[in-house]
C-alpha cells in the first residue's frame, strides 16, 4: 500500500539529512522507513526532479483561503446538483461523480475540464455505464466547497464567499442554477439524482 507524504515532510526531511542527521534517526522522526529518506534525496536533490503527486496535495480554497476558479465552480455546482453526487472513498478523499448522457460528447469534456479548473492538478476518471458516462475525480476537499453534502451539512446551497472578500456570492448562484438547466438525459441509467441504483 502506498502512503503519500506531504511536501512539507519531504522538505522537512532533506533539511535535516543536510544538516547532518542521519538516516535512521530522520526515518523515525518522520515515520518512513531509512529507504524513503535515501530515495527522496536521490530524486530531489541529486536529480532534480519536481514531486510526481501534486494532484493529491492541492490546497482547498475555503481551508487554505487560496483563489479559485469562480465561474467553473459555479457551474460545476450546477451539475453536481443535477445529476452528480459524493461518495466518501478511503482515508478521507471524496469522489465527485457527474453522470451524462453519453450522446452528448463535448459537454462530458466541458465537465472534465470544469473538475479541472476547480482543483487544478485533478486527474478525470471518465468511466462508460449503459447509456451515459460517469466523469470522477477524488479530492477531500470536495465537502468543503459543497457544503450541503458533508462537514457543514447544516448549510444549504452552494459555498458563500466571506464577507468582504470581493467575490460575488450573488454570480456563483446564478450561474449554478445556469448549469442546472442543462438537459442532461442521463437519469433513467443512473437513478434519481445522478446516483447508482442500488448505491
Known amino acids: 500500500m502506498v502512503h503519500i507524504r506531504s511536501w ?17 534517526v530522520n526515518a523515525s522522526k ?7 529518506v535515501r530515495r527522496w534525496r536521490r530524486v530531489y536533490q541529486r536529480e532534480q526532479k519536481a514531486r510526481g503527486q501534486t494532484h493529491t496535495t492541492v490546497p482547498c ?3 487554505h483561503e487560496v483563489s479559485i476558479d469562480e465561474a467553473a465552480y459555479a457551474e460545476l455546482f450546477g451539475w453536481y446538483l443535477g445529476d ?6 478511503r482515508r478521507g478523499v471524496y469522489t465527485l461523480s457527474v453522470f451524462n448522457d453519453a450522446c452528448y460528447v ?3 469534456l466541458h465537465i472534465a475540464d470544469l473538475m479541472r479548473r476547480v482543483k ?8 462508460r455505464i449503459t447509456g451515459c458516462l460517469s466523469t470522477s475525480v477524488g479530492w477531500k476537499h470536495w465537502p468543503c466547497l459543497f457544503p450541503q453534502h458533508g462537514r457543514d451539512a447544516n448549510t444549504r446551497g452552494c459555498w458563500a464567499w466571506p464577507t468582504g472578500s470581493g467575490r460575488s456570492s450573488e454570480n456563483i448562484r446564478r450561474t449554478s442554477c445556469a448549469g442546472c438547466s442543462i438537459p442532461m438525459g442521463a437519469g433513467s441509467a443512473t437513478g434519481r ?3 447508482l441504483q442500488g448505491n
Open 8 to 24: 512539507e515532510i519531504v522538505v522537512d526531511a532533506l533539511r535535516d539529512s543536510d544538516s547532518g542527521m542521519r538516516d535512521a
Open 30 to 36: 518522520h515515520g518512513v522507513a531509512v529507504r524513503t
Open 61 to 63: 480554497p475555503r481551508c
Open 84 to 89: 452528480g453526487y459524493l461518495i466518501e472513498a
Open 106 to 108: 463535448e459537454l462530458n
Open 120 to 127: 487544478p492538478g485533478g486527474r478525470p476518471h471518465i468511466r
Open 193 to 195: 439524482h445522478g446516483r
